[in-house]
């Protein structure tokens, strides 16, 4: 198999470039030809003119003649046929002005066709390049490396920090910690432990280890992901060209009345002048020039397409099946909340962690610090710093010991601590524990967040006429089951294997037409495997890129939407034109059999028409309207302002949560002090935030939006927050004039809390998802 594919290879990249090569020159042959013979009537040479003519309608007939070949030899008649018959009956009746005028339009739109269609590589040349070479076998004698075919089951392999582990096999020893997202998508390290199980392709993210070997390179997981894109990729049909499948009834009725016509005026020009205003020129334009125009038009918005095939496809697909992590999600982890121990803030538990992560290259240390210069703290300069890998990192700070990573299990925990775990667990998060002079004081909660424009995207695609979305992942089913239900989606199926994921994809294949979505190498195969793939190029792995038909080149899934969007809107120009072409061209061609079109007036009757079909087809260059609010420069500007906003206020939404769960125990100053100071977060931050978001966003999106309405759900949510907040107002003064919150204050007090943390951190989240995803 491999030697017959590598001998074909030669041959089909020979022919591609010979086309590539030969559309261009007959477009300049026939125009050449055209203009030429129009100078030489000017200037009374008319046997010149009709021998300039009739050259360049035979340099279209041979290649013509070639392309009907091919045609046939596949199984069937294009459209060709018609323009090689009227070229050759130009020929034969001596209409060579006619000849040439098909010549040109035959031409135009073979080479717009072939610029539709040219594609890009495939070959998963990143699959390849990140594919270990060697390994580094231990021996009695020492470590020698060895080349990857010569490992063998059984062999002890060392695998050092930032390497590829070769093969598949089990720890031995220490604990590795492992970057598996190349097979997973998964952004967090994991940890393996002594005799559990590691993945060839995986990345050691920590400090060195050993791997027993338990299979031989080829047999291996990443062997496997190749061998199964380059499978997935081989299943992939070809499209048939849009104007094929109508000339499949146009070519038959065609040949029928111009023979009809030539045998009831007993002349071969009645028959000639009936192909040459039926010669398909509708037919061989309108697809192309639609479907290049929505490849330029894709290519302004973000959005890469290969081929014309791939956005054909994706204009009528009606699956769509989607990864989770860094296609749905951030593909990076943001913290989520945090919780601090009694006598600690928030803040301060957030800042003492950043300050001791600050030189970490963990993903986990990234976001911590990250989160705390969104909040604008500022950090201390840590002093004897260490970090264990799988353990975390601890130093001094401010005089301090402050640890930041796993927690120690051995000892009680305390109650905060239970919550905390708790919280993690519904909420599916990962919890970085912050120690300080060896005692538990707070932990950071972090979760690889929703996109903001993921919900907006997904209603914009069922809007496209996708039918069904479901979501393949290699997470657990719990966070995929939450994303999912968020999002509407139709179905999920989570931890699966690549191979997994490509069975899933053949399966909707056969239901109708697919279209996946991922970003990782573990996704190559599946993208490969659909009826287009679509990759998140922008931060997403070279391999998807390479399996996929189209690739989005912004850090935005909401392009994929627009994509959609874009395809059905291309293609049913592009069926729009050919349709009312070939109307055209039908009353045409009733005139021409009637005798009242002879071949020369017929083929500029046909050029009228195209002109009228190229210009209806380049609306899809133009922007659809109705797809995308148009903001102004200044309302862009007011949602990256509040935006930013949003993310400084997140320690007000904890001290309203805090407070409210300070309300669990005895009212006592405590718990008192905990919902003053949320009170004057709320005062002094929040509540200025949402009245400015009333009176200046909200009245700069309205007429992007369609007017007011559209945000009076949103402010209707701002006097909620009010509301609530006036309430919690009220019972501060009832507790100072009462020396401190009585027990019958406490239920609606902590209800008035709860509800307003509620309230905000659904506001927060619609306004993110339906206004501040709208700016680039």
Known sequence: MQRSSGTDATPRTTAAGVSARLEPALLLVTGAALAGGGLALLLGADGLADLLWALGTVAAVVPAFGWVLAALRRGHAGVDLIAVLALGGTLAVGEYLAG?????????????????RRRASHDLRALLEHAPRSARRRTAA????????????????????GEVVPVDGTVEGAAAVLDESVLTGEPLHVERAGGEAVRSGVVNAGGAFAVRATATARDSTYAGIVRLARQAGAESAPVVRLADRFAAWFLPLTLVVAGAAGLAAGSAVRAVAVLVVATPCPLLLAAPVAIV?????ASRMGVVIRDGAALETLGHARTLLLDKTGTLTRGRPRVLEVAAAPGLTPAEVLRLAASVDQYSPHVLAQAIVAAAGDRGLRLSAPSDVTEEPGRGAAGLVDGRRVGVGRADTTGERPRWAAAVENRALLDGAAVAWLTV??????????RDPLRQDAPRTVRHLRASGIRRLLMLTGDRAAPAEEVAAVLGLDGVRAELEPAQKVAAVRAERERAVTVMVGDGVNDAPALAAADVGVAMGARGSTASSEAAGI?????RVDRLGDAVALAVRARRIAVQSALGGMLMSLAAMAAAAAGALPPAAGALLQEGIDVAVILNALRALRADRTARAALTPDAEALIHRFAAEHDDLRDVLDAVRDAADALSGPPGPRALAAVEEAHRLLTERLLPHEYAEEHRLYPALAPALGGPEATSTMSRAHAEIERLSRRVATHLDLARAHGGLEPSQLDDLRASLYGLNTVLRLHFAQEEESYFSLAP
Request: proline share 5%; glycine share 12%.
């Open 100 to 116: 040439s005028l098909i010549a040109l339009m035959l031409a135009t739109g073979r080479t717009l066709e072939a610029a539709a």
């Open 142 to 161: 020492g470590v020698a490396t060895v080349p990857l075919d010569e490992v063998a089951v059984g062999d002890l392999l060392v695998v050092g920090p």
């Open 293 to 297: 125009s929505g490849l330029s038009r």
């Open 437 to 446: 002079d060896g005692s538990p004081a707070g932990a950071v909660l972090l």
């Open 551 to 555: 690739v989005l080149t912004t850090d």
